[in-house]
């Protein structure tokens, strides 16, 4: 028998991987046609690169990525509030990367494909429905595209989203299908949509010289006006890298927005203005905005936690079960998490609802925190206690908060979203190097 996966992103790819890693079949179903390299810049933290370079894929990371080496927090006027090194200058046994995220996916899917076989991966597939029976689980398939070129859409089937495709038999099916999740929807279909925070990411990438260690990633601002920056690409021969930017802005609560239109084409005139004056001894802001070869907007959206993600032979992974806010960079770092925990318990279990269970015991309170923790701004709340506290500028931020207060905040995000230092150094692998003795049988 074999893992049924709907969705081919960061998470389902990750657990693609790892389930050929520890000998386990298993086929993706991914709703696109083709599957692009879209997005912008992300971050991974050491413990996903830790199971990254477990699948054989430090090297590629290298290739594509950028070994970030600190981490900043600034105010609106670009005073110091907190710096720390980050991956292997921190003391990790792995590096943290910033990357562009569509980059990322290309890469776990050539390995897939690659070590799969490309008919492992299945495109324009989208979940429609599913159901057990004989000790299996039964998932079918639409076509969720615009037309079908051969036969066209205008056959039976589901008028909104397309016409059927496939029913495929599996042990197990696994939604890793983002933050509108069909397998989630069938779950909850009383959720509706994802819950908006009033705030918005204009988020793109310009080509600049980099700043400060030239590997840093910055945050400016406070929760309401913030600024974060980073490089996602080496220096070329004209000095300039690749940096990823993200500019936000906090409306108040009856402010009209289309929330549901979140992945979109920006306009940097609803934002440059407020970031006009934003021109800092180490960065300029507006410069930066102004070389943006594209600019997208995001609502900022996340999901509650939830009672329970499995159900019999299915469950949830990555954004479909604890869709975040982007603080902390944790996002596709605890995707890449679930797909390893669930891969272990696989083996431990075999491919049964036993080893949903396990997976879901450990997951799901883990991320149901890091949510939570986001709601509250997370380790980036330090800006705006600075901002309430000395918001006309500071002469020492000791005189504002201690140090001890900034590095308690550090230390107590890092230990909630699994990326201690030393509990990360000295556990063992998550997937053991080789598969224990007995098969991961249904």
Do not use: C
């Not at 988020?203 to 929760?223: C, D, F, Q, V």
């Not at 905040?409 to 230092?421: C, E, P, S, V, W």
């Amino acid at each position: 028998m074999t893992v049924l996966v709907a969705g081919a992103g960061i998470g389902g790819l990750t657990l693609a991987l790892s389930l050929h890693q520890a000998g386990v079949p298993v086929k993706l179903f991914e709703s696109s046609a083709e599957i692009k390299p879209l997005g912008v810049g992300i971050n991974l933290l050491p413990h996903a690169v830790r199971e990254l370079d477990e699948l054989g894929l430090l090297a590629e990371l290298d290739r594509l990525g950028v070994r970030t080496a600190e981490l900043a927090y600034y105010s609106k006027r670009g005073q110091l509030i907190w710096s720390e090194a980050r991956g292997e200058a921190a003391g990790y046994r792995w590096p943290q990367f910033s990357i562009h995220r569509g980059k990322l996916q290309m890469m776990l899917l050539a390995a897939a494909r690659e070590r799969l076989g490309a008919g492992a991966i299945v495109t324009g597939r989208h979940l429609d429905s599913w159901r057990e029976a004989d000790g299996r689980v039964h998932a079918s398939f639409i076509n969720k595209t615009a037309g079908d070129k051969k036969t066209g859409d205008k056959k039976t089937g589901d008028k909104k989203t397309g016409r059927p495709r496939d029913t495929v038999q599996g042990a197990l099916l696994i939604g890793a299908d983002g933050i509108h999740s069909a397998l989630r929807r069938s779950l909850y279909p009383d959720e509706g949509a994802p819950v908006w925070n009033g705030a918005i990411l204009w988020r793109g990438t310009a080509r600049a010289k980099p700043y400060l260690t030239g590997r840093s990633m910055i945050m400016a601002g406070h929760e309401f006006q913030k600024f974060v920056a980073y490089p996602i690409s080496a220096p070329e021969e004209d000095g300039k890298a690749t940096i990823n930017f993200i500019a936000e802005r906090k409306f108040a609560a009856d402010h009209t927005w289309q929330r549901e239109d979140w992945n979109r084409p920006g306009d940097p005139a609803d934002f440059l203005p407020q970031f006009a004056d934003w021109v800092f001894d180490w960065l300029d802001v507006p410069a930066l905005i102004g070389a943006a070869e594209a600019v997208y907007e995001y609502p900022m959206v996340d999901r509650d936690p939830l009672p329970r993600w499995s159900e019999g032979r299915t469950t949830l992974l990555g954004d479909a079960a604890h869709a975040m806010y982007p603080i902390g960079s944790n996002g596709a770092s605890q995707a890449i998490l679930d797909a390893r925990v669930l891969t272990r318990e696989i083996l431990r279990h075999g491919m049964t609802p036993d080893a949903l269970a396990a997976y879901e015991a450990e997951r799901r309170p883990a991320t149901a925190r890091i949510v939570l923790a986001n709601r509250e701004n997370g380790p980036e709340q330090v800006m705006q206690r600075v901002e309430t506290l000395a918001p006309d500028g500071f002469a020492r931020i000791e005189d504002v908060l201690t140090p001890g207060e900034l590095e308690e905040t550090a230390r107590d995000y890092k230990r909630l979203a699994g990326f201690d230092k030393d509990t990360l150094n000295n556990r063992p692998a998550i997937v053991p190097a080789t598969a224990p003795s007995h098969p991961a049988a249904s």
